[in-house]
Structure formats: C-alpha cells, structure tokens
C-alpha cells in the first residue's frame, strides 16, 4: 500500500505530539523515564554521582516507594546550583531515604547544614547510616516531625532571611504554604527549588476530582505572576520549578 505525502504528514505529527507528550513529563532515570533512550543518553554523559549516594540508591530502589526518590540527574542539578551560589543553609522538606539531601550536604563546604525533614522514621533510619559513611552526618539536621512545625520553629528562632536553598518535595496539597514559609525563610539571592510541578503531566487539565493537580496547577499560575521572585519550569523529572527570591 502506497502511502501518500499527507498521510505521511500526519504519522509524523502523530509521532511528534507524543513524543512532545511525552517529554514534557520526562521522567525519572530510576523509574518511569528509564526506558526513554535520551534520558539514558543524558544520565550515560552527565552523571557524576558519589559512590554512597549509588548505594544509597540501590538501597531505596528495593524500598516500595522509591518511585518517590528524586532522580540522580536532578539531584545532580540541584546540587550545581548549591555550587553555584556557594550555599551554606538549606532546607528539604520531605527528605524520605534521604539521597536528595545527602547529595546537597556533599556539595557544601564543611560549614554546610541542611535542615531535612521527614515525618517517617522507617524512612529516617534508612538514611541515617549512609550520612555516615559518606562522612557528613554532621552536616544534615534531621527533623523529624511535620515539616510545617519545622518550618515555624526555624522562624521563631530569627532564622528567616538566613537561608540558601530549600527544596519542596513532600505534601502536595500544602505546596502553597511551604513555599511562603519557604520565601520568608530564604535570603535575597536564594532559590526554592519545586518537585513535582508537572505531576505527570496531569496539572494539564486538572481533573474536578484531582485535588493534587489543582493545587499544583494553582501554585504553577499564582508563581507565574508573583513579583517577589524570578522563576523558570524545567521539564526535569516530574517538572521542577527554580524560584529565585527578589
Ligand atoms: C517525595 S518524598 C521525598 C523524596 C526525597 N526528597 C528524595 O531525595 O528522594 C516525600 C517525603 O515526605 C514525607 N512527608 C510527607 N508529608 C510530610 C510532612 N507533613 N512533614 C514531613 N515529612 C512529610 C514522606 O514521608 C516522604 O518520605
Ligand atoms: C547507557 O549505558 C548503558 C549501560 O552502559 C547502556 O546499556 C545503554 O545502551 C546506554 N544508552 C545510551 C543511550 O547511551
Ligand atoms: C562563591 O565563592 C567563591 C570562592 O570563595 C567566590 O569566588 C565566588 O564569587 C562566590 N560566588 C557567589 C555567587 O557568591
């Protein structure tokens, strides 16, 4: 069967927009993007990890919620942009197994401090040990407690304005009320990175009954607007967004 040029347009568009589909939620390296031969292209000419947070990796992977762990590669990113701005002070808030933070606690000077909160002691006992080995458990505080409570208290102790860097990654429905304790924590010049900002593409059109995609999609739209910072949304992950405060 002769195929006309038409047809051939369409097949090509048709493989386009999905692969436009597609790469607007880029994935993971370690679950749902792992297949996606660019991103193995990008994590086989990109990736320096450190040889603990390998291991703490392949620990995480045979936890069932290791989907949750944050890819090497934007680990990697968010750890140059510590570099960058010669961070000290930083804040994660959902640290789970822990490979996020120890990747920002690497890339600090000794004087470096990374306030890490996790609700989950399983998830905290996890990480805890690697700290030590890679030799920086004096460097990250683990709260564990609710990171709102953790936030608070940083405030009341004078601390807001003091700090580099936060990363927002647990708690969806409460993105909008860490990320203003968050500003009122950072410095001018800091950044609040965002995980999760495309959640799979679904903030697209949130669903009526998708109350986590609404609440994203409405913090993506009120960022957008707000003049208290710069922004930029990054299809890295699960879609991040960069904050840099004014
Ligand atoms: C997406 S995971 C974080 C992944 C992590 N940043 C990493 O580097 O792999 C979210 C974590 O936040 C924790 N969490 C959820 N709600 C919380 C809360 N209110 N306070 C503190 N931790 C919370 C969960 O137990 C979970 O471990
Ligand atoms: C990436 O490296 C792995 C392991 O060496 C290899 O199997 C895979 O083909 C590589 N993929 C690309 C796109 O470079
Ligand atoms: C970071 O520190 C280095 C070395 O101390 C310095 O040269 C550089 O200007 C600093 N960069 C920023 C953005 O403060």
Redesign the pocket.
């Given at each position: 069967m002769a195929i006309d040029i038409k047809t051939m347009f369409f097949l090509g568009l048709a493989v386009v927009l999905t692969g436009v589909g597609k790469s607007a939620f880029i994935g993971k390296s370690h679950s749902g993007g792992k297949d996606d031969p660019v991103l193995q292209y990008i994590v086989n000419n990109s990736l320096r990890e450190h040889p603990v947070l390998t291991k703490l990796r392949l620990r995480?992977l045979e936890d069932p919620w290791s989907i949750?762990?944050?890819a090497s590669e934007q680990?990697q990113f968010m750890a140059n942009l510590i570099r960058l701005i010669n961070a000290t002070k930083a804040i994660?808030?959902?640290?789970?197994?822990?490979?996020?933070?120890l990747s920002m606690a690497l890339a600090m000077p000794q004087s470096g401090n990374v306030v890490a909160?996790?609700?989950?002691e399983t998830?905290v006992d996890i990480a805890k040990p690697f700290f030590k080995e890679a030799g920086v458990e004096n460097k990250i505080d683990v709260r564990q407690?609710?990171?709102?409570k953790t936030l608070d208290e940083l405030i009341a102790a004078g601390e807001a304005g003091t700090y580099d860097f936060v990363?927002i990654?647990?708690?969806k429905l409460?993105y909008d009320r860490y990320y203003e304790k968050s500003l009122e924590l950072i410095r001018t010049g800091g950044i609040i990175a965002i995980?999760n900002v495309l959640w799979s593409g679904k903030v697209v059109n949130p669903a009526p009954s998708d109350l986590t995609s609404q609440a994203l999609d409405a913090l993506n739209k009120k960022l957008h607007k707000d003049q208290r910072i710069d922004l930029s949304m990054l299809p890295v992950g699960d879609g991040l967004s960069i904050v840099i405060k004014r």
């Open positions: 995480t949750m762990m944050v680990a994660e808030i959902g640290m789970y197994t822990g490979y996020n933070a909160c996790e609700i989950q998830y407690e609710i990171a709102m990363f990654d647990a708690d409460n995980d």
